[in-house]
Structures are given as C-alpha cells and as structure tokens.
C-alpha cells in the first residue's frame, strides 16, 4: 500500500480556512513537502518542514509535523478560489532525494 | 532563478515515431528527475541524475532513454512507445540530496 496517505477531498467555502491532512510511514524522512497542482500544470513547491521542526509558518500557509503520530498537515488562511487545486504530500526516502508522494487531496473552494 | 523549463509543452507522437522530451535548468542544481503522472495520480519516478550520472533508474522499459549532456539539461529520448505511456512527463532539480525538488510544467504525451 501507500507509505503516504491523504484525504481525497476537500470542499471549503472563500475566506474560510482550508486544513489538508496527511499521514507518512517513514520515520527517516528527512522532508516533508506539500506540493500544489493546478489542472494542466507542473507541481508547485508551496512549502516544505524538516523532520527535527514542529512548525513552519509562510505568510497564510500553516505547516504542523508531529513526528510521534507521523502526520503532517497543511493550513490555508483566507482560502481564495486561486487555492483550488490539488495538494500533494510527499516525503523525502533517501539521499537521492526520492520523493514518496500522497495520492492528493482535491481542494475546492465555494463562493 | 528558481525555474524549470521543459519543452515542448504538448507533444503527439505514433507508435513508431522516435522523439525527445527536453529540461532545462539554471539553478546549479546537481539533482535532477524524470517523473511520470497519469491523470489524478502522484508522480511516479522514472529516473535521478546526480552530477550528470545515472544513479536512479526505477525499472523503466527501455523505450525510454535519459541523458544528461550538461549539468543544465536533461532529455528523455522516445522511441516505440506504446498508448500506455500517454502522461504528463515531469523534470524536476534539486540541490546535493535533493532537498527543495522544483518541477517543471511538464510534457503532456500522447501516444496513438
């Protein structure tokens, strides 16, 4: 099975806040990423927490890692409807810098 | 600079046809990837470089041929693909270790 797992879906209404959780196996990861793609694109590097922090905050992106429970979540403040889109988690395995992702979390934000 | 560019954008290629997908990068990154994403999948690795050395090839079939001419590019050579392989095609860089992985915005392939 998957070593990261994610919700599938996320519906959340504008200028509310948008909370995208994701679990990981590896306990040697050293990153952990959460990626953001739009239809038709590439993967956007939104941000990323190394395993020995608790929190990472960039401007309205929330990164919280409890490494006990292995789970990773990303916050968005305000979310606008640029934010939908599908958010992926991935975790660095090795030093090659092979990178394990979620299956994604499908992010619709509402009017 | 922290882009990646990746051409062409679109590519439709038959089965015989022998074609080349290109990525560049002026990062100074070492690290640099070949990843392929089916539709509403992750990206699944194909190969890593590092120093413009082979050093991950995840089991790939032949028909896809990588090769790294210069610390700046990448190329994945084509040939004989089957309509399977019809994806998005994915080049991404990083630095020693691969810690920030930057992509680009992909090629998508089809093949008929």
């Known amino acids: 099975g998957e070593d990261v797992e994610q919700s599938l879906f996320l519906s959340v209404r504008e200028g509310d806040s948008s909370v995208i959780n994701c679990t990981y196996t590896?306990?040697?990861?050293?990153?952990l990423y959460w990626y953001k793609q739009e239809p038709g694109a590439g993967l956007q590097l939104l941000t990323y927490?190394?395993?020995?922090?608790d929190m990472k905050q960039d401007q309205r992106l929330t990164v919280l890692l409890n490494k006990k429970d292995k789970h990773l979540s990303l916050r968005i403040a305000d979310t606008q409807t640029g934010d939908s889109a599908i958010y992926f988690c991935?975790?660095?395995?090795?030093?090659?810098?092979?990178?394990?992702f979620g299956a994604g979390t499908q992010v619709v934000v509402t009017p | 600079d922290t882009e990646v560019t990746q051409t062409p954008k679109h590519l439709v290629m038959g089965m015989t046809n022998k074609k080349s997908l290109k990525c560049e990068q002026h990062?100074?990154?070492?690290?640099m990837y070949w990843y392929k994403q089916k539709a509403k999948k992750p990206p699944e690795l194909m190969f890593v470089?590092?120093?413009?050395?082979?050093?991950i090839n995840e089991s790939v079939p032949s028909r896809f041929s990588p090769e790294c001419p210069n610390s700046s590019l990448l190329n994945l050579h084509l040939h004989a693909l089957q309509p399977e392989d019809s994806a998005l095609y994915l080049c991404?860089?990083?630095?020693?270790?691969?810690?920030?992985?930057?992509f680009g915005p992909g090629t998508r392939l089809t093949v008929t």
């Open positions: 927490i190394f395993s020995n922090m």
């Open positions: 590896d306990s040697s990861s050293t990153y």
């Open positions: 990062m100074g990154h070492r690290a």
């Open positions: 991404a860089t990083a630095g020693t270790g691969g810690g920030e992985q930057y």
């Open positions: 991935a975790e660095k395995t090795d030093s090659w810098g092979k990178l394990q």
């Open positions: 470089y590092s120093y413009e050395k082979l050093s």
